[in-house]
């Protein structure tokens, strides 16, 4: 497979080639004759499966130098052009998010080619399909803007017409509104929707995100409606259409459930390490170079308001006497070198996080899903159930942690004592955390989603703290560069440039790092 021709037409959307039997099985959409609309949803599905579970290639080459720097949800040695996002790591991300889309053209080309019975037995692969593709639609639009999607990924649908294949961009608000009115469809939908048991069966056969629960399809389509609507609330063209909908999600459980709690989070969950379905990859994505590092930020506000959290998702150093302690951001790198081969800075714990094989493959979860709805609830004037909202997210946070724990494979460090109900409570009501106590609630929000977020949903991370300039963060400034402070969003890879040079033209203007996006207007 010519990797060239995927690197340049965005637009084409071939799927790289893979090394794992499971993968084998759809590794080129030149091949879908053989092909079914079961068969090719799991391919879709399984085509960046290693962007959602955690692995090397995304924690340690895209996420180690950009997110988790930017989060400060890590620390790290200061050093010369810290804040350019390398080619390399875009490219890769770019190539995988298109390869991905391929995969989704190829189904819907199948599907498009049913009869219309057959295609209203598998309307369900339909629906289910473009809620997941949606989901990662927003990221690579949060993270670079403008996209092709409309015309992206065509390549065998035009029947291999090379020349014809190059993708225009989508602007980034008519992405977001596209797909807002088509999950909102969705939503409904399901809700109606008749499944054939003989279909039902083979859905929860292929379905490797939610097993083939449709009430777990609802609750995603839901939360993520809640998610896309909360990041644009802010944007003028969709303030009004943000606050109706959230509003009409959040008023109406029953017609548009979210995820409420952690047993109904959306993810994708490991259950046998000796399949290709594992997180055996995360350790050496997070832990090499000292990705786990904890930042000073995060430790130190964890400490002074002894978060219960602190133990389950850190360790202190080897040499820190059982003090936790992280990196400050604004030491020279020597002084950051020096103090890391002291030993006394804390890292993320390995048993919970990275040498935890079992660890999920993260999507939705109930406390993301609380805080958002505790900034609505603040943002309407609704005090109690703001209030509600955000002491819920907490527990639900500090659960969803130790839950990690409990179903890690690994003992490098001892399991933690579990974090009571008493002590969660004290927690709630410290003078740190407590709501009636907090002089700007957006932002005690706001800290408390970015912790939970971690380095566990560093793409969601980034986004909310660029929304929301919220939590504050001071970074060393880079003279070396003139981006001397971390990006907005990401430019676009080279090969767009080089290979889709007309349709780059009409997005070349914004092409840089300090190009704010459509919803980031604070």
Request: aromatic share 12%; proline share 4%; net charge neutral.
């Amino acid at each position: 497979m010519k990797k060239i021709a995927l690197i340049a037409l965005t637009t084409l959307g071939l799927t790289a080639c893979e090394k794992s039997d499971f993968e084998k099985a759809y590794p080129d959409p030149s091949k879908i004759s053989t092909s079914t609309v079961e068969k090719q949803f799991t391919g879709f599905l399984n085509a960046n499966k290693w962007y959602v579970l955690p692995d090397y290639w995304n924690y340690f080459v895209v996420i180690r130098p950009t997110l988790n720097r930017y989060n400060q949800a890590v620390g790290w040695v200061n050093a010369d052009n810290q804040y350019i996002p390398g080619g390399g790591l875009i490219s890769d991300r770019w190539n995988t998010f298109y390869g991905t889309l391929a995969q989704y053209r190829e189904m819907e080309k199948i599907y498009n080619a049913l009869s219309a019975d057959a295609q209203s037995l598998r309307r369900i692969y339909k629906i289910t399909s473009t809620i997941y593709l949606y989901d990662h639609v927003q990221k690579n639009v949060d993270l670079h803007g403008d996209m092709p999607l409309s015309t992206a990924g065509l390549l065998s649908t035009k029947g291999g017409d090379f020349n014809n294949s190059f993708a225009t961009y989508d602007a980034a608000d008519a992405v977001y509104t596209k797909m807002l009115d088509e999950l909102k469809g969705f939503a409904d939908e399901l809700n109606t929707i008749s499944i054939n048991a003989g279909i039902l069966t083979g859905f929860k056969t292929q379905d490797f995100v939610n097993k083939g629960d449709i009430n777990q399809w609802k609750r995603y389509c839901n939360s993520l409606r809640l998610r896309i609507l909360t990041r644009v609330s802010d944007a003028s063209a969709f303030s009004a259409r943000a606050k109706t909908e959230i509003a009409d999600i959040l008023g109406n459980p029953t017609k548009y459930p979210v995820v409420s709690a952690n047993a109904e989070n959306i993810q994708i969950a490991v259950y046998d390490i000796n399949t290709d379905i594992h997180s055996k990859n995360f350790r050496t994505g997070l832990e090499d170079w000292n990705g786990n590092v904890a930042g000073k930020v995060m430790i130190d506000h964890m400490n002074k308001n002894t978060d219960p959290r602190l133990r389950v998702m850190f360790e202190p150093g080897a040499n820190a006497a059982g003090k936790y302690a992280g990196l400050d951001p604004m030491l020279t790198g020597s002084a950051q070198e020096a103090l890391i081969a002291g030993g006394t800075l804390s890292i993320y714990n390995r048993s919970t996080i990275s040498r935890n094989q079992f660890f999920p493959g993260v999507i939705i979860n109930a406390a993301e899903v609380s805080f958002l709805a505790a900034e609505y609830y603040l943002k309407a004037n609704n005090a109690a159930a703001a209030k509600a909202a955000y002491e819920k997210g907490i527990a639900q946070s500090v659960e969803y942690y130790y839950n990690f724990s409990k179903i890690s494979n690994d003992n490098t460090i001892a399991a933690p004592t579990p974090a009571t109900a008493d002590e969660i409570q004290k927690y709630i009501n410290s003078d740190g955390i407590s709501w009636d106590k907090a002089t700007d609630k957006l932002a005690a929000i706001a800290t408390q989603k970015w912790i939970h977020y971690s380095v566990v949903q560093p793409y969601e991370s980034w986004s909310e703290i660029r929304r929301l300039d919220l939590p504050k963060f001071s970074f060393m400034v880079d003279n070396a560069n003139a981006q001397t402070q971390p990006p907005v969003r990401w430019i676009y890879p080279s090969s767009e440039q080089i290979y889709n040079t007309t349709n780059y033209g009409t997005v070349k203007a914004k092409d840089n790092l300090t190009t704010k996006l459509f919803w980031d207007v604070k």
